[in-house]
């Protein structure tokens, strides 16, 4: 009712309405828009007037049902456009802007009146080609649409990656009336794709570059080299004992000292330098345009190791490092990526194998020896099995009498391919590669054989014969040990006092309180234990005696400068006088001449082994050695008598 009462107000006043919007009811089946049911739009002008000679009025209705709606929905449009989270640009075909929604405001810094009526050209980076947009628009007109990843420039200088799709609207004839770009920010998307792409090229731990990029880098800088005829070094580098910190203090503290190293090894050298972590505890770096080995001997002389060694802080607590090092250069050493990195390996090996914390160039003569080791590690595999190892025995005898007074075992290997090999070459490889173990079994077994048959010989020469084996950590350190003792002293009828074990000083020093368990029970067994090459660890003094020790066999080293070296002599008497003290009997090895004999007779010692009285003998060269030096012992006492 009050809008009826306006209009006839309004007709009152003006006699005339114009465009007077209105509702009108058009019968219960009308079709409204919805949500007006029943009630239509309509638009009315009316005009008072005379009609035969009466006042009228003329109304003309015009039904903007349709036009109502379509109002709507623009109005809906509009808030989907401002409410859009994507940046909207309406450009129209003079390449202008006519529209820019909020989320373009708020994306790009710009507001609506600064970029109104613009070129949107304003929006494209510095580094990028002004007919960017251009480009655009012909490929968005050609097919009807475009999209893809695009850089603009925000207002305040800084690029925005955004995921952009233009839409060409086109007028009826076809010519392209409106561009609609829409633009989504992908700043986060970006951020953890270059994270992915990074974590592909880097190791998690460290950040450092991965085996992958480490590569890479290595062959852009043997490019260069070629170019400049300089040099490339490749540092394999690998933490010595990193295990135990890792055991000992766990895995947390581990990872801390690999970031540390990895933040020392990147002060030591170049920005233009990589330095790579393979994994574990293995680190690779690349120096790049070198000009000589002495430079790189420089770098690691000066910085890189120095900075290794000095003490690390991980998490309060103080760790110190060092490291072993293989170099390989190119192109002297090899020409190759793989070749370069193996060589470097093969280095750092023997860097590690000659004692750690240290570093070596590449030379022939180490791939000659690792090809060596690698074969003898193969073949040792099959040693026990195809009979190619034996046992020898080396006499020790009494000091003052030179009676024999037992043997010492040493292993023998005569390889069908490699010829003999000494235990100094393949000991070590047994010890790594756990053969030891099935070998040291053979070796306890076979010694406890040749026990037995000389207790069985007729004559009985060697009845009394007491036979030592030497025992290495790792077989000290398994769990068979106590096991196979127990079974071939059983099947040989060995009895107590007959075999003997040799442990080396540091060996024992290792792990003590494991060993000192182990040792017990051996001991419980009937079986003796020597201290092998003694004078060449660090025993602790109050350790040592609290071993069940029978003897000290002190190192042939000192024994062999006895005679020059006046703190050699003092050294062993000291030794044999600690022995003694001990209640231990003292074993001088390597005894060469009887020069030495005399001497270290006069210091006390109570047994011999060596060169001067005889070499390891096979069991029937040792009969007959017995037999010789038989006549060379009456002889001596009789000297000794007069
Ligand atoms: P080791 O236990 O110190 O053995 C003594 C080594 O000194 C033997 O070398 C022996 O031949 C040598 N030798 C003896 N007298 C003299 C001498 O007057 N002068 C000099 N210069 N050397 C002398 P070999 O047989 O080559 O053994 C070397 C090492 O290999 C042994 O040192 C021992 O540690 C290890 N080994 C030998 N056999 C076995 C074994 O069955 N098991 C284990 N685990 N290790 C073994
Ligand atoms: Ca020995
Ligand atoms: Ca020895």
Known sequence: SDVRARFFQQLAHYDVVNEFEVRWKIGASGEGAPGNAGASWAVLSARRMKYQGMDAVLTVFSPI???????????????????????????????????????????????????????????????????????????????????????????????????????????????????????????????????????????????????????????????????????????????????????????????????????????????????????????????????????????????????????????????????????????????GIDELMRLADVAMYHAKSTGRNTAYFFSAEMTERAERRQQIESRLRHAIVKGELSLQYQPCVDAKTGELVSVEGLLRWNSVELGKVTPDQFIHVAEETGLIVPIGEWVIETACAQLATWQSETGGAFRELAVSVNLSASQLRSSGLLGALESSMRRHAVGPGRLEIEITESTLMEGVQINLQKLVAIRALGVGLAIDDFGTGYSSLSYLSRFPIDKLKIDRSFVHEILGDPNNLAITRSIIGLGHTLGLKVVAEGVETEAEAIVLRGAGCDEFQGFRYAPSLSPSELSDWRAMSSAEVISRQQALSL
């Not at 405001?105 to 050209?121: L, S």
């Not at 450092?208 to 852009?220: A, M, T």
């Not at 690998?238 to 990147?266: E, P, W």
């Open 65 to 335: 049902n349709h036009l109502k709606q379509m109002e709507q929905r623009l109005e809906l449009w509009a808030k989907v456009f401002e409410a859009s989270s994507e940046g909207i640009m309406i450009v129209n075909a003079n390449e202008r802007i006519m529209s820019v929604n909020r989320a373009f405001v708020r994306a790009t810094g710009y507001d609506f009146h600064e970029a109104f009526g613009e070129r949107p050209d304003f929006l494209i980076p510095d580094h990028v080609d002004k007919t960017f947009f251009v480009d655009l628009w012909r490929a968005a007109q050609q097919k009807g649409s475009w999209q893809g990843e695009v850089q603009l420039k925000r207002r305040n200088g800084e690029t925005l990656p955004v995921w952009l799709m233009i839409s060409t609207v086109r007028e009826p004839q076809g010519a392209p009336s409106y561009y609609i770009c829409t633009s989504i920010d992908i700043t986060d998307r970006k951020k953890s794709e270059e994270r992915i792409t990074f974590l592909a090229h880097h190791d998690v731990l460290t950040e450092l570059p991965n085996r992958s990029l480490c590569i890479e880098r290595l062959r852009s800088a043997i490019q260069q080299a070629e170019r400049t005829g300089q040099k490339v070094a490749v540092l394999f580098i690998d933490l010595d004992r990193f295990k135990n910190i890792n055991d000992s203090l766990g895995h947390h503290i581990g990872d801390g000292l690999l970031r540390s190293v990895a933040r020392r090894l990147t002060e030591a050298v170049r920005a233009v330098d990589t330095v790579s972590r393979l994994g574990g505890d293995e680190f690779v770096v690349v120096l790049s345009g070198v000009e000589n080995s002495e430079e790189v001997t420089r770098v690691l002389d000066s910085r890189l190791l120095p900075l290794i060694r000095k003490p690390h802080d991980v998490e309060g607590n103080e760790l110190h490092a060092s490291c072993s090092v293989g170099v390989a250069m190119y192109p002297a050493d090899a020409q």
